[in-house]
């Protein structure tokens, strides 16, 4: 009897590019200077990711910690959709690319959340990269208790099959934990709310024990050359459920929301967020106000992975068919590499 299990069958296709090396720059302590792109390690010490820190010279040492490296990124990745992935991470993490803060996991002090034993993967934007030159990692960590440091698995720059874009929306978008239809409308003054950074869970970003609602708002321009267009709104991955308005019009939900009929509860983390953007409702070439509901079961929530951003259907179907394909081409592979191993 064969038993087969193929990982490939969820989420999108990565591939490694770019090795990260095991040797990085490494200083306890904290001081966001840090993150800086040229902020001068020199004098810092190495020490090896995949390893915990109290091995190599640390014993006993619980707190903050960083790490910096670099990469050369060839202009070749222009037309590629780039993730980094980082193992495991005791306990807590924050990632910045050339200063940019990119994503993080878990929840630092004084409202501290242990992430450990989660897989770090993040999305690296193109805004932020920089094409035939050299790019600085800095990743700010820290350890609670025993073991600290960039423990184990999969380090580097891979690639991802996505559906291409024509513009991103990605960055720094207002943020509420809590419910109000209000949110929604396109008047509504969110000047008070939070700043928050997508895509990324709200744990990681001072909302480490929130379960239940929140809303994100933000503005995206569509160029008006698309007009012709038909446009798709991706939305990447949430979790768990939302409910989707453009300029104060609803234009789709996925998942139940609690008090709606049969079907609350149905896990739609894992579920790609596509919706269709009528062009009626579209100012072209000016603000337009998205506005994101979201419901959390438990665990971490919100809109935690891209790619979030403006596509054609032409593309987006053009995607869905690659996909179903690659997905079918894969599981015949590996069920062959099984049958036929011994």
């Given amino acids: 009897m064969i038993i087969l299990t193929c990982s490939c069958l969820f989420g999108a296709e990565n591939y490694r590019e770019i090795r990260l090396g095991s040797k990085w720059k490494f200083k306890i302590g904290d001081d966001m200077t ?20 109290e091995d190599q010279g640390y014993p006993g040492y619980d707190g903050y910690a960083w790490y910096r490296t670099d990469f050369y ?50 999305h690296l934007p193109s805004d932020v990269l920089k094409y035939g030159e050299d790019n600085v990692i800095a990743i700010r960590v820290y350890d609670h208790k025993e073991n600290g440091g960039i423990l184990w698995g999969n380090i580097g720059i ?24 209000e949110w929604s409308r396109i008047d509504y003054n969110d000047t008070e709310w939070d700043v928050i950074q997508v895509p990324s869970t709200w744990e990681a970003q001072d909302y480490p024990y929130l379960d239940g609602y929140g809303w994100y708002r933000h503005t995206f321009q569509v160029d008006r050359d698309l ?12 979790d768990d459920i ?58 971490s929530g919100g809109i935690y992975e891209g790619p979030i951003g403006i596509t054609s259907r032409k593309d987006f179907l053009r ?10 081409s894969n599981f015949f592979d590996e069920l062959f590499n099984e049958i036929f191993s011994d």
């Fill in 34 to 53: 840090y993150a800086e792109p040229e902020f001068d390690d020199t004098n810092w010490n190495t020490i090896r990711v995949r390893k915990r820190w």
């Fill in 73 to 122: 990124l060839a202009e070749k990745y222009k037309s590629k959709s780039l993730n980094i992935q980082l193992g495991s991470i005791d306990d807590v993490d924050a990632v910045y690319i050339n200063g940019q803060y990119i994503g993080g996991t878990g929840s630092f002090p004084p409202r501290y959340m242990t992430a450990y034993g989660s897989q770090r993967k993040y």
């Fill in 158 to 181: 891979y690639s991802e099959f996505q559906v291409p874009l024509y513009s991103t929306i990605t960055g720094s978008w207002k943020f509420s934990p809590g419910d109000s239809p």
């Fill in 227 to 238: 007009a012709q267009e038909d446009l798709i709104l991706v939305l990447g991955l949430i």
């Fill in 242 to 299: 939302d409910e989707i308005y453009v300029n104060g019009v609803r234009i789709g939900q996925t998942g139940r929301f609690p008090g709606e009929q049969s079907g609350h509860g149905t896990v739609h983390w894992k579920d790609e967020r596509f919706y269709y953007l009528p062009s009626k409702l579209i100012q072209w070439d000016q603000d337009n106000l998205l506005a994101v509901r979201v419901f959390d079961t438990g665990g």
């Fill in 319 to 328: 995607y869905k068919r690659e996909k179903k394909r690659k997905k079918t």
